[in-house]
């Protein structure tokens, strides 16, 4: 963590001043993350590599101001966490959202140990807004959206998070009536190598979502905004817009005001989005 500067990640995300090490803090620390750094794997359909190390990671989301997807957003947070006070480790995850069969250990989360009670925290789902739950089978949360959170103990597959909420608040995958599977995991430690393993898989096997598609999502105060290749959506509260983007200008200021993401005009047209 030889380049992690606190100063510089608060002001990334917004905050004047430290955090306590409980759970307002952490609790504030996720949201302004959220709100602050957007999900994207925007460099995978670029062709470039996803390096998962705490120099490039903040090089990348804190220096460069760009977004990255969970292995990215969780290694930050997780420097961000240890240097707030608390006590935190990696965690493996499997996303259930959209699977038909079990699916592999693609997602990262933080565990985060509050006087003797373990937390799971989520800097880097690129899904929905999860706020940090207590590690307590049967546990409930609301995020500020209005959704609705629940934590079960699903035997071989560990604890399994569930969500119930307004489909509009997701990046389009969290249809369905009543509580959907998002993810689940088995409580352990996740080494580097895991992590390393899993970010390869998620940057390049040929069954992974982000080799295919282009996804960007950034959670809002009173909503969330997703742009899948080129379906746009942004829900504010009562407010809803839908809209397909067919000109790769629009799609370049969309990014930048947005999401705050800067591309080059080549760059767009090497996502491979537009025709010409």
Same mark, same amino acid.
């Given at each position: =963590? ?160 569930? #969500? ?68 746009? #959506? ?22 930048? =005001? ?19």
């Amino acid at each position: =963590m030889t380049s992690f500067i606190f100063a510089d990640y608060l002001k990334r995300i917004h905050l004047t001043a430290p955090v306590s090490a409980d759970i307002a803090g952490l609790e504030t620390l996720q949201r302004a993350h959220r709100l602050a750094i957007p999900f994207e794997n925007l460099d995978v359909k670029l062709g470039r590599a996803i390096a998962i190390d705490s120099d490039a990671v903040f090089a990348k989301l804190v220096s460069a101001r760009r977004g990255g997807y969970c292995f990215e957003h969780n290694r930050l947070f997780l420097d961000a966490l240890a240097a707030a006070g608390f006590t935190a480790r990696p965690q493996l995850a499997r996303v259930w959202l959209a699977a038909e069969a079990t699916p592999p250990l693609t997602h990262a989360v933080s565990i985060v140990t509050l006087d003797g009670v373990e937390w799971v925290a989520d800097a880097g789902f690129g899904g929905s807004y999860t706020p940090p739950m207590p590690l307590v089978d049967g546990a409930e949360a609301t995020a500020p959206d209005g959704a609705s959170f629940r934590l079960t103990r699903e035997g071989e597959h560990g604890w399994m998070l569930w #969500r119930a909420g307004d489909p509009a608040t997701t990046d389009g995958r969290g249809g369905g009536d009543g509580f959907q599977r998002q993810y689940s995991f088995v409580p352990g430690g996740a080494y580097d190598a895991d992590l390393a393993m899993g970010n390869l898989w998620a940057a390049t096997a040929p069954g992974s979502r982000f080799r295919t598609t282009s996804v960007v999502s950034i959670v809002l105060p009173r909503g969330f905004a997703s742009l899948t290749d080129r379906a746009y #959506r942004r829900r504010s509260g009562s407010e809803d817009a839908q809209t397909e983007i067919t000109d790769p200008r629009v799609y370049r200021l969309r990014l930048s =005001m947005m999401f705050g993401i800067d591309l080059s005009p080549e760059e767009v047209a090497h996502l491979g989005l537009f025709a010409g």
